[in-house]
């Protein structure tokens, strides 16, 4: 089992930054790939990033790539997701999601994902 929680969510201006954290319970979080995922009012739940087990591979979604940078700390059981440049587009509930992995593996597809947050809200006034 393992439970995640997300911090760092608030209000930032377009084009400020923030840095989103996500601690996790349970000795598996090394062994996991982690992704974040958002979702705003009346939209699906949208794929950001995701993360390999080690940190070593990294992936964006098109709408945050360059903009947004996904990284972990093992020995500390935390994700992390530091956003920049931010846009009135990228409000939403922001939440972090784990899955047993092998090496070298990381998931872009939600269903894949076997824990979840409870997310924590982002919103960028223009």
């Known amino acids: 089992q393992v439970q995640l929680v997300e911090t760092g969510g608030g209000l930032v201006q377009t084009g400020g930054s923030l840095n989103l954290s996500c601690a996790a319970s349970?000795?598996?979080?090394?062994?996991?790939?982690m992704g974040w995922f958002r979702q705003s009012p009346g939209k699906e739940r949208e794929y950001v990033a995701a993360i390999s087990r080690s940190g070593r591979l990294t992936h964006y979604s098109d709408s945050v790539k360059g903009r947004f940078i996904i990284s972990r700390d093992n020995a500390k059981n935390t994700l992390y997701l530091q956003l920049n440049i931010l846009k009135p587009e990228d409000a939403a509930i922001y939440s972090c999601?784990?899955?047993?992995?092998?090496?070298?593996?990381?998931?872009?597809?939600?269903?894949?994902?076997?824990?979840w947050g409870q997310g924590t809200q982002v919103t960028v006034s223009s």
């Open positions: 999601a784990a899955r047993r992995a092998l090496p070298n593996t990381f998931y872009t597809d939600e269903r894949l994902y076997d824990y």
């Open positions: 349970g000795r598996t979080f090394s062994n996991s790939a």
